[in-house]
């Protein structure tokens, strides 16, 4: 539950004193169990709250005439674009401390300019906004809104991870905090005067969603504390009439025979994939590094497996026996399991019975080796599941989750969520599907591929590959969970998993004793070196993206340890990490590359560190920046050189910016605009010169 304690704190300062309240609460984070973040609001490198899962503290102060921070502005400008839509933040889970002074015209409205937009934008309290008056003395504020930050904290985190309180009311989380005093005015427990604000949430009727104050300026605030859940709709979607789908029709009859079937554990060897040993198992990140990186080594030696550099492996993974236990359990059977499973189509039914089904495979073993169970489920699974559920309000939400006036709740609570089946079956427990229904619409579990990190020239009979445990922290719509297969990998090789730089434990063990894993060979037709070494070559890899660049380098040594008179173009290695001394991965064999020549520049930049001490502002945040600086010999090697350009790594972000760097370093060198730029990227892709080996 590592993440499951993790917040952000983002503070908005011009004098110091946002800085110094969101450092305290930082500081005081670690007293109360809970790990915190902090960062500037001007560092928008450092953060993301278009995707922020975790709680974020805001500490805003007030300039001017009632202007937000100068650190904010950026951060303001950004959230007030008007084509962010309605629900734009409905992800977000927030609270927000605002500085002010009454002495001045519009008390806090640095801080309440945020909020509110926040709130338009469907970003929701977890507790209740303080407002702090410098003209009586901050703490008065201040000190009571930290004291009861930490229980709000607790619930948030604790109505995150339990799936069961999905629709969590978080006006709660203030109501234990503060009382009304006889006159009217607040107090907390302690009997300190704070701001009237502090007790907006708590003041919500919750099950009616009805403010009690009359107060109009209050409703926009208030009205959120009723909140959408994956469970739960608000108006108006809770009152409009529904698009929906139409009912798929069912093609799949499933009959369980009682045969045993025990002992069949894992798939057979069919499709091409072998059984082989993982031989070794490093973790390569420091024990405080974001990402958790390992790198395994597959002992592919009696398979008689060729690859190059720049090829992949697809791995098997299976299905996690805790959620395929769950479901059994769940769907009442547990205890028909071992049945060999018969399906059929329906009569007149046109389909086909998905190949990825096998016919007399047990339960348990088409649960866990075929079907993806992990998968968000389609619009039309939805529709489906809404017809075996027999409680009405569960049924109307299943109902709008697939209409399409519920599309914005259908991607914030299923799609962006990666809620699966099972989140579903807990959050809807009247929802009792046939097994056929699921035969027809989970999707094929496919493998995982993985990129190899290591050349055959030099690791000879094994194949090197490297991967980030993904890890989804716990939301309301699900339990914290890591990802489907490496997750699994990372627990498969926790008996032989070593620190980098310590002996390997595993090389003593016979083979019988290391884990096995099922691989097959996905061979690339283009991602490989030029065949004639004289050609320059341009490799962009952050994070696990450098690992086929890895191969390619290994392969460069040894060929030039081969061929000493050869000529060998210039190689370029672009790489970017958080960290350097917690995610650097491959630190030292790319230190050696570069030291013996086989690199001739590694070009690193770390997004997370602080300015070195000379406080240089432009330091290079990410590897398109260095691209950027280092514009004019990228340019030279592919326009004149006819050198090739390699990106690996991130499909959702770097690739994108990557290309856009690209097209601006070609537009500036050759003074050409936009659109001729991208003819001549085309043409580069076409000649496969620049090349691309991405995943998201
Ligand atoms: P899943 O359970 O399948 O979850 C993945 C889902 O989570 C996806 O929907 C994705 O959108 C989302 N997701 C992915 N990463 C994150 C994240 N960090 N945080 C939040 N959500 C995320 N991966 C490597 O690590 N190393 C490689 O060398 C490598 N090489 C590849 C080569 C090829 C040709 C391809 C196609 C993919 C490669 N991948 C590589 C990606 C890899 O195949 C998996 O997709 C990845 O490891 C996640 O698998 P999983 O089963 O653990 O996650």
Avoid at 441 to 460: D, E, G, V, W
Avoid at 512 to 519: A, C, F, I, L
Wanted: aromatic content about 8%.
């Amino acid at each position: 539950m590592r993440f499951a304690a993790r917040f952000l704190i983002l503070y908005g300062s011009q004098r110091g004193q946002a800085q110094s309240i969101a450092e305290e609460i930082c500081q005081q984070a670690a007293e109360h169990g809970f790990t915190a973040d902090i960062s500037c609001l001007s560092n928008q490198h450092k953060y993301n709250v278009d995707r922020e899962i975790r709680p974020v503290v805001f500490v805003v102060s007030t300039t001017g005439d009632g202007d937000p921070p100068d650190t904010a502005h950026k951060f303001v400008r950004k959230i007030k674009n008007k084509s962010l839509v309605h629900d734009h933040f409905s992800h977000l889970r927030y609270a927000l401390l605002a500085l002010g002074d009454t002495n001045y015209a519009n008390f806090c409205n640095g801080g309440k300019t945020i909020d509110s937009r926040l709130q338009q934008l469907g970003a929701k309290h977890f507790y209740a906004t303080g407002h702090a008056d410098d003209g009586t003395g901050l703490e008065v504020v201040v000190d009571p809104w930290i004291e009861g930050l930490w229980d709000a904290l607790k619930k948030i985190f604790s109505s995150m991870s339990s799936s069961n309180q999905q629709s969590a009311d978080l006006s709660d989380c203030t109501q234990d905090n503060y009382h009304k005093n006889a006159s009217g005015q607040e107090k907390n427990k302690s009997g300190l005067e704070v701001d009237l604000q502090l007790l907006k949430l708590s003041e919500v009727d919750s099950q009616k969603g009805k403010t009690i104050t009359s107060d109009s300026s209050d409703v926009e605030t208030l009205s959120t504390a009723l909140v959408a859940s994956l469970k739960q709709s608000v108006p108006p979607l809770s009152e409009s009439v529904l698009n929906v789908p139409a009912l798929p029709a069912s093609y799949l009859e499933v009959c369980l025979e009682q045969v045993s079937t025990e002992g069949e554990t894992v798939p057979s060897d069919k499709d091409g994939y072998r059984e082989v040993s993982i031989s070794k198992a490093v973790q390569l990140t420091q024990d405080d590094a974001v990402k958790n990186a390992i790198l395994l080594e597959l002992d592919i030696s009696e398979q008689s497996i060729a690859y190059q550099p720049g090829d992949a492996f697809d791995i098997l993974c299976p299905n996690r026996a805790s959620e395929v236990e769950e479901l059994l359990l769940r769907l009442d059977l547990q205890t028909q399991k071992n049945c060999a499973v018969q399906v059929n189509l329906l009569k007149n039914s046109t389909a086909k019975v998905p190949l990825h089904i096998p016919q007399s495979g047990s339960l348990q073993f088409i649960l866990t080796w075929c079907l993806e169970i992990r998968s968000a489920p389609k619009k039309a699974f939805v529709r489906a599941l809404a017809d075996f559920t027999q409680n009405g309000s569960e049924k109307r939400r299943l109902l709008e989750l697939c209409s399409k006036e519920g599309s914005a709740d259908y991607n914030s609570f299923v799609r962006d969520t990666n809620v699966c089946l099972l989140d579903l079956l807990r959050a809807f427990p009247s929802c009792l599907p046939p097994l056929s229904l699921l035969f027809e619409h989970l999707p094929k579990l496919q493998p995982r591929a993985y990129s190899a990190a290591s050349s055959s020239l030099q690791h000879p009979g094994k194949v090197h590959f490297v991967f980030n445990v993904v890890e989804f922290p716990a939301c309301p719509e699900h339990p914290a969970r890591t990802g489907l297969c490496t997750g699994w990998l990372a627990d498969h090789v926790s008996s032989i998993l070593r620190p980098l730089g310590t002996v390997p434990a595993s090389e003593h063990l016979g083979t019988s004793s290391q884990p096995k894993v099922h691989v097959r060979p996905r061979p690339s037709s283009t991602f490989h070196l030029p065949a004639d070494p004289s050609i320059p070559v341009v490799m962009v890899g952050p994070g696990t993206g450098v690992a086929p660049f890895i191969g390619f380098l290994q392969q460069r040594e040894k060929e030039r340890e081969a061929n000493q008179e050869a000529t060998f173009g210039e190689t370029w290695l672009f790489f970017g990490c958080r960290h350097k001394d917690k995610d650097f991965l491959f630190r030292y064999e790319l230190e050696r590359f570069e030291h013996n020549g086989t690199l001739s520049h590694l070009i690193v930049c770390f997004s997370r560190d602080e300015p070195d001490a000379a406080g240089t502002v432009n330091t290079p945040t990410y590897v398109q920046h260095n691209l950027r600086l280092h514009a004019k010999n990228v340019a030279s090697i592919l326009l004149k050189n006819k050198g090739s350009l390699y990106v690996c790594g991130d499909a959702k972000n770097m690739a994108k910016d990557v290309n856009d760097t690209l097209l601006e370093i070609i537009g500036n060198e050759l003074q050409i605009d936009k659109l001729d730029a991208m003819k001549i990227v085309a043409g580069l892709r076409e000649e496969k010169r620049y090349l691309q080996d991405i995943w998201s």
